[in-house]
């Protein structure tokens, strides 16, 4: 079945670095990749999500970058902020309804 | 209001006892998910509606759960006869559509004591 792999499961950066967090996925049938962002006793929350048919895309200090023909996808935070500190999840539907996470990304910054 | 409500946001019960979640989803939202999340885990898929058709209810774990959205707005996932293994976060998606990204309510903290 699909299967979502990401990597690393725990990062720290030192403020103001830059943080990359990569996934892998099974299906090559996939065309909708989100990245969600969860903080202590929140719900995941959507930050940033691409489509197939781009190769990247950009918002302010987070931008997505897909590789179809690898079968992964990175997120990419830039000038990193003490706020960035939460738990990531990469995630890739399945048949268009049920979404599959990726066990989660906790990503410390460092003052 | 503007996002997804659930409750209660925390319910301890005793092992053996039925509890009932619920998921207020944003207004105008067809699309409607329950997913169980695991300490230190991701969230994974329990089951989904489309207004008041259940699609899809491959995910939940046994017969001892069950969702119901009878008018296609409000849902209530129902579990009975509890166990230990049940404690976890229920966390609770709506979209526009199945092919919209899925807002997250915050979660039921359940505990089975």
């Known amino acids: 079945g699909e299967n979502v792999e990401q990597h690393p499961s725990t990062l720290s950066v030192q403020e103001g670095d830059s943080a990359v967090i990569k996934c892998t996925y099974s299906d090559s049938a996939s065309n909708y990749f989100p990245w969600y962002k969860q903080e202590l006793g929140k719900g995941p929350q959507l930050i940033i999500d691409?489509?197939?048919?781009?190769g990247e895309k950009k918002d302010q200090r987070i931008a997505v970058t897909l590789n179809k023909t690898a079968k992964h996808f990175s997120l990419h935070i830039t000038e990193t902020q003490p706020e960035d500190s939460a738990v990531y999840f990469c995630a890739t539907p399945l048949r268009d309804d049920k979404i599959i996470f990726g066990k989660g990304t906790r990503l410390h910054i460092l003052p | 209001g503007a996002g997804v409500s659930q409750s209660p946001r925390y319910k301890v019960a005793k092992r053996g006892q039925d509890v009932a979640l619920r998921c207020d989803p944003i207004?105008?939202?067809?699309?409607l998910f329950w997913y169980q999340q695991a300490l230190g885990q991701g969230p994974e898929f329990l089951t989904y509606?489309?207004?008041?058709?259940?699609?899809?209810k491959s995910g939940l774990p046994s017969d001892r759960f069950f969702a119901e959205r009878p008018e296609g707005s409000v849902s209530t996932l129902k579990i009975q006869r509890t166990q230990q293994e049940d404690s976890a976060v229920y966390l609770c998606a709506t979209s526009g559509d199945s092919n919209q990204p899925q807002h997250f309510g915050d979660g039921t903290r359940l505990s089975i004591l």
């Open positions: 691409i489509r197939s048919n781009v």
């Open positions: 509606f489309q207004n008041e058709a259940q699609l899809d």
């Open positions: 207004s105008g939202h067809v699309s």
